[in-house]
């Protein structure tokens, strides 16, 4: 029972991003984000039944799409989320007990609906039903809250989301990791969109305490007025 228990914690670790990926997202270097994502996308077609190699291209995939669409090129980000898209599943297929890969797979679904309004309700629910299988499979996975909050943020309130429900999940992701970036970063979005500039700018501010490089961050900050 013990060798069972460590080898399912063991398939459930997941490395965080490479420094190289995630120094590239901050400074929105997008040719160096398609180099890495080439050269994952070289190893994952040469191990197809590797679930993390899928899974380290769909990553890739899925920061090229992020900073393609902080850069206003909806087109990219399509292509990016599309191609992460079939790794993500393809990883989840292989190894289905993985709360990350779950969640990978659901914000790249997330990240194809502002390129593509069309498919948005399909994309729409896959995005929903990972991100919720993720946080099912491992409920402390600060990454899963906000990646369902930053779905809430872009879903009308109609439809159950809105700035308010994606707070309480930001909220949620900073409690149980105090020191993820992004958490911040998007709760000063929300807070921002309630028109709580004060808040906000407190917000985008701790993100940058937390990682001084994020030039997105950098511009929100900017962009949102002192009261």
């Avoid at 393809?90 to 659901?106: D, F, S």
């Avoid at 402390?140 to 707070?167: D, W």
Wanted: aromatic share 6%.
């Amino acid at each position: 029972m013990l060798i069972v228990g460590v080898l399912a914690f063991a398939a459930a670790v997941v490395p965080l991003p490479p420094r190289e990926l995630e120094q590239a997202r901050d400074k929105q270097d997008r040719s160096a984000l398609e180099r890495i994502a080439s050269t994952y996308g070289t190893t994952a077609a040469k191990q197809p039944t590797d679930a993390q190699a899928q899974y380290e291209f769909a990553r890739a995939q899925s920061y090229l799409a992020e900073v393609a669409t902080e850069l206003k090129d909806k087109n990219g980000g399509r292509t990016a989320a599309e191609a992460g898209i079939k790794a993500a599943e393809q990883a989840v297929a292989l190894k289905a007990g993985v709360a990350e890969y779950h969640r990978l797979l659901g914000t790249l679904c997330g990240q194809l609906v502002p390129a593509n309004v069309l498919a948005g309700l399909k994309y729409g629910k896959c995005a929903m039903q990972s991100i919720n299988k993720a946080i099912e499979l491992d409920p402390k996975s600060a990454l899963a809250y906000v990646s369902r909050g930053v779905g809430n943020y872009y879903l009308p309130a109609a439809f159950g989301g809105g700035p308010e429900i994606a707070l309480k999940d930001f909220d949620q992701a900073i409690q149980l990791d105090t020191k993820l970036a992004e958490a911040h970063l998007w709760r000063g979005l929300a807070l921002r969109k309630l028109n709580r500039n004060v808040d906000a700018r407190a917000a985008f501010s701790k993100s940058l305490q937390l990682n001084p490089a994020r030039v997105w961050t950098k511009l929100q900050l900017e962009k949102t007025p002192p009261q």
